[in-house]
């Protein structure tokens, strides 16, 4: 595998970030950055897809011209956040699979807690790229990709838009196949298991909820 952890450090990601991370950024704002930042994310999660050639007819002559390759890739949407990166995804590569997972943080142990867990067949020859916008804590990520790979997944990344250094390090003891894609790594996890500085409850910043 390539770098265990890939930080997007391409300018208008880097922009588009600062403007969520700031508190006056309203929801609707809010909502469309994710959507955008998370094609450019994308964009570098799939850099190694595979691709075969097929035989087609431009106007001017016929050519070997690359497509992708293999099974269609699985997106799985960690509920409720990851549906804001999901979207997003979905305008780039309108024929992948989507599963959900759907685990709640309990507050007090900070530990996940399952509710729901639907995903696409055959997991197992697909690329399945995992999507939560926060790795925080890493406990509902690291969960949510154990229950990945007990459905057959073998080949996995995580999307996220931030991570903690305390979720990085989770996620790659318990994971070390699994990448991991960010725009930022943040400095630490306050004592409610915030991302500091980070950019809040994604969840609530993204639909508006409180
Ligand atoms: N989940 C969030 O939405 N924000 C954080 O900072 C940590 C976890």
Excluded: W
């Excluded at 269609?72 to 995804?89: C, E, Q």
């Excluded at 995992?130 to 804590?137: F, I, S, W």
């Excluded at 990709?145 to 080949?155: E, F, M, R, Y």
């Excluded at 991991?180 to 909820?209: Q, S």
């Amino acid at each position: 595998m390539q770098n265990h952890l890939t930080i997007v450090d391409h300018p208008l990601v880097q922009h588009k970030l600062t403007l969520m991370r700031q508190t006056t950024t309203p929801t609707a704002v809010f909502r469309q950055l994710l959507r955008e930042i998370s094609q450019l994310l994308a964009y570098e999660v799939t850099r190694e897809l595979e691709t075969d050639t097929k035989t087609i007819e431009t106007p001017i002559c016929q050519m070997q011209a690359p497509e992708l390759a293999g099974r269609k890739l699985a997106l799985v949407s960690i509920l409720r956040a990851g549906n804001g990166l999901l979207d997003g995804i979905l305008e780039l590569i309108p024929s992948a699979r989507v599963g959900f997972v759907g685990l709640y943080r309990d507050e007090e142990t900070l530990k996940p807690v399952q509710y729901y867990f639907k995903v696409p067949s055959e997991l197992d020859k697909r690329l399945v790229i995992a999507v939560d916008p926060m790795l925080a804590t890493g406990n509902s990520s690291v969960a949510a990709i154990d229950l990945l790979k007990q459905a057959g997944a073998t080949n996995i990344r995580f999307l996220c838009l931030l991570a903690a250094p305390e979720g990085v390090a989770r996620m790659k003891e318990a994971h070390p196949d699994v990448q991991i894609v960010t725009a930022a790594v943040d400095d630490h996890l306050n004592e409610h298991g915030y991302i500091v500085p980070g950019l809040g409850d994604a969840g609530d910043r993204m639909f508006g909820t409180k």
